[in-house]
């Protein structure tokens, strides 16, 4: 992986690969501004509805100023030139019909707007604004968080030991699901707002035979073994997000304060238990790295100079899927290998 060098520009790290949406291919549907553009946070309405209407994301390399609200454009990206700066305007909050929440960055370019979405942003689905925030603080790509737990999930060690994840070092020996003991080769951590795309999602105890509640980010994915699954998905062995686990009783959405999120890497990615529950590893390949914040992802890249593991190969749900298994018979969120 490439990694392009900033202009000059006091506090900037290494440019990052992100990827935007031009405002004109995101518009509001109905509303206070209906038929306009994105608009600026500050013009922008609560209760209107936003659509993605086609499908023109643009790469670009940007180089962040971790001491100001924005940052500079650097070689290689596909809007504006190297050097333009890039101001943070605000971060909206944005619902689909199926409660998933995207977190959506909105950037100003020097000829343009942009909207950098934390999550998937699907296309032409119908997504409700709830919330403006017009001072969201510096652009943090560490926000973009994907298997992390949060500070005092517990995981199972080679030895039979139970250890808080903020306790782990790299060295240790970690029980995994298809490898067996692995050495956890490194841990990342980052602390966040406990809000909106970023709550946690905590899976209460005994939910899914975990004798502790278990906290991760609503983006890690949980590992679940269902027989009746094959006719769906062609698969019994399944990843799903945790967010598309949340039913508001079981498995719950917290928010408030800040959350510390840890991350773990091995050699390969892995399935690892935490509080009992089997739940993916950090997957270390281009498209995570390039999102961390430098002083993280300058050391995976040390650790992993190829970059290149692969995925578990259990069948990653997105909603349509797992919406298709609740409708089966029988269904249960609970259903883990445990209780196969």
């Not at 995994?176 to 209460?204: C, I, M, N, S, Y």
């Not at 498995?251 to 800040?258: D, K």
């Not at 091995?266 to 690892?272: C, G, K, L, M, R």
């Not at 050391?299 to 190969?313: I, K, S, T, V």
């Amino acid at each position: 992986m490439a990694a392009a060098s900033p202009p000059d520009m006091p506090g900037a790290s290494t440019a990052h690969a992100v990827t935007v949406i031009p405002a004109s291919a995101l518009r509001v549907l109905s509303g206070a501004n209906a038929g306009d553009q994105l608009p600026a946070p500050g013009d922008s309405i609560c209760g209107d509805y936003y659509r993605l209407e086609e499908d023109s994301a643009l790469t670009l390399m940007l180089a962040l100023d971790q001491t100001a609200e924005g940052g500079r454009l650097a070689p290689g990206s596909e809007a504006g030139q190297p050097g333009d700066a890039v101001q943070l305007e605000g971060r909206l909050s944005l619902m689909a019909p199926d409660g998933d929440l995207v977190e959506v960055l909105v950037l100003a370019l020097p000829a343009q707007r942009v909207a950098l979405p934390l999550s998937p942003l699907r296309l032409r689905l119908t997504y409700s604004l709830i919330a403006i925030d017009e001072a969201p603080g510096p652009i943090r790509l560490a926000d973009i968080v994907a298997g992390a737990f949060a500070r005092g999930t517990r995981i199972a060690m080679a030895d039979g030991r139970q250890v808080p994840v903020e306790d782990l070092q790299p060295g240790d020996t970690v029980i995994t699901r298809d490898h067996g003991a692995q050495a956890l080769r490194w841990k990342g951590d980052v602390t966040l707002r406990a809000e909106g795309g970023f709550a946690p999602v905590t899976v209460l105890p005994g939910v899914m035979g975990n004798p502790g509640a278990l906290s991760v980010s609503p983006h890690h994915r949980l590992f679940l073994y269902r027989r009746d699954a094959r006719a769906v998905t062609g698969a019994a062995e399944l990843l799903v997000q945790a967010r598309h686990l949340v039913d508001g009783q079981a498995i719950v959405r917290r928010e408030g304060g800040y959350v510390d999120y840890f991350s773990l890497v091995f050699d390969a990615h892995e399935v690892i238990y935490a509080e009992g529950v089997p739940c993916e590893s950090l997957m270390v390949c281009p498209s995570v790295v390039t999102r961390l914040p430098e002083d993280l992802a300058a050391p995976l890249r040390a650790a992993f100079p190829g970059l290149e593991q692969r995925a578990h190969p259990g069948a990653d749900l997105n909603p349509e899927i797992l919406s298709r298994l609740r409708d089966r018979p029988g269904y249960r969120a609970d259903r883990t290998p445990q209780s196969e």
